[in-house]
T-cell receptor
């Protein structure tokens, strides 16, 4: 158990809908990262937040947005969902904001299925 | 942009034997971290080992060790005394922007 929690574990929805994925980092961690992993694919970095502020953006679609709240939990919002958005979405956290040096600890992921 | 390459999509090893997974990366940075993560069938991402580029000594964690060749930009993972529980996808990752390689699927044969 990494100490990172993600809810829900599974989410099934229809095309065109909007969903919110939630992540709580490990106690004391200030950074939260979001990744997308499609079936049998590697991980694609989406976005990084440090202490409430956006630090880096990766391959995140305009239909997707995220935020980190004062209590450091984070939410990833996915809207106008398409079939291709079906994937495993991971949240990870790290102690500080050193994107290149911090060890990231991953949550169990949220499996999103878009029908 | 940084890239990470894992040239072995699949590998297999006999239980109790040793296997080495390859990883190469491309960067112009001089200070960075490299990571190996394991993803078993449960899909959980588990940190296996990390290497700091400024350290010449190769990192070791129990049965897992790396061969880090900075000049060659190579970062291979050696698993000794392989166990059935080592069967998983293994991802190499470069710290800056956390770029992941495509993964190597490791099977452990009894």
């Amino acid at each position: 158990d990494s100490g990172v929690t993600q809810t829900p574990k599974h989410l099934i929805t229809a095309t065109g809908q909007r969903v919110t994925l939630r992540c709580s980092p490990r106690s004391g961690d200030l950074s939260v990262y979001w990744y997308q992993q499609s079936l049998d694919q590697g991980l694609q970095f989406l976005i990084h937040y440090y202490n409430g502020e956006e630090r880096a953006k990766g391959n995140i679609l305009e239909r997707f947005s995220a935020q980190q709240f004062p209590d450091l939990h984070s939410e990833l919002n996915l809207s106008s969902l398409e079939l291709g958005d079906s994937a495993l979405y991971f949240c990870a956290s790290s102690r500080a904001g050193g994107f290149s040096t911090d060890t990231q600890y991953f949550g169990p992921g949220t499996r999103l299925t878009v029908l | 942009a940084q890239t990470v390459t894992q040239s072995q999509p699949e590998m297999s090893v006999q239980e109790a034997e040793t296997v080495t997974l390859s990883c190469t990366y491309d960067t112009s940075e001089s200070d960075y971290y490299l990571f190996w993560y394991k993803q078993p069938p449960s899909r959980q991402m588990i940190l296996v080992i990390r290497q700091e580029a400024y350290k010449q000594q190769n990192a070791t964690e129990n049965r897992f060790s790396v061969n880090f060749q900075k000049a060659a930009k190579s970062f291979s993972l050696k698993i000794s005394d392989s166990q059935l529980g080592d069967a998983a996808m293994y991802f190499c990752a470069y710290g800056q922007n956390f770029v992941f390689g495509p993964g190597t699927r490791l099977s452990v044969l009894p």
